[in-house]
């Protein structure tokens, strides 16, 4: 399956907030985890036993982390329920690239036998 997903990835590490004594998710993070869920809400197939990820992360610039995007795209992928559970992510392909004004995801996910 190949989904695209339009917006800068925000960091999961600076993600969160502390107030309180209790861990907020941050304005940044709440708004593209909604917006990751609109771009993938017709996606039908869900990965629910050992699968793999390709993804092409398109950053604004270079002050981003790979791994970091990682988290956070494996995170909405199973809230959104297009994977059951990102522990059964077996093969993890990543490359960093950079699109000022087109930050975006390129997924490709695929079941292993």
């Not at 050992?50 to 199973?78: E, P």
């Not at 059951?84 to 087109?102: F, S, V």
Request: a positive charge.
């Amino acid at each position: 399956m190949i989904l695209t997903i339009k917006g800068q990835v925000p960091s999961k590490s600076n993600g969160y907030r502390i107030a309180n004594n209790r861990l907020f998710k941050s304005k940044e993070l709440k708004q593209y985890e909604e917006s990751f869920a609109w771009q993938s809400a017709k996606v039908l197939q869900e990965f629910d036993e050992k699968f793999g990820v390709t993804m092409t992360i398109y950053f604004q610039s270079n002050r981003s982390d790979l791994d970091n995007a990682a988290k956070v795209i494996l995170d909405c992928l199973q809230s959104n329920g297009i994977i059951k559970n990102d522990r059964n992510c077996w093969q993890l392909q990543m490359t960093k690239e950079i699109d000022k004004l087109n930050p975006r995801v390129e997924l490709f996910i695929y079941q292993i036998d």
